[in-house]
């Protein structure tokens, strides 16, 4: 059993950065594909970005160029760096594990992010 917790969500100006975190605790993280979703008010969750155990990375159209997800194994934390942020990208981050990047089966909590005009 994985957990997962999301850290580093808050309010940020447009055009601004902001960094995520998703700590880990239980078997390792490097046995997982790990990735990021969002959820805003009224939408659908949706992806954001991927990692696989191998380090390949996936984004979504609408943050590639602007946003990178890494993770080190060593001390099982992902991460997700935010830059150019937009308000289009206020949601809820959340955290997933999963056996591959289209499979996820561990979730945080989630953490908020606001990106205020």
């Known amino acids: 059993q994985v957990q997962l917790v999301e850290s580093g969500g808050g309010l940020v100006q447009a055009g601004g950065s902001l960094g995520l975190s998703c700590a880990a605790s239980g078997p390792t993280l490097s046995i997982y594909a790990m990735g990021w979703y969002r959820q805003a008010p009224g939408k659908q969750r949706e992806l954001v970005a991927t990692i696989t155990r191998l380090f390949t990375t996936r984004y979504s159209d609408s943050v590639k160029g602007r946003f990178t997800i890494a993770r080190d194994n060593a001390l099982n934390t992902v991460y997700l760096q935010m830059n150019s942020l937009k308000d289009e990208d206020t949601a809820v981050y959340y955290c997933?594990?999963?056996?591959?990047?289209?499979?996820?089966?561990?979730w945080g909590q989630g953490t908020q992010v606001t990106v205020s005009p």
């Open positions: 997933a594990a999963g056996p591959n990047s289209d499979s996820a089966v561990y």
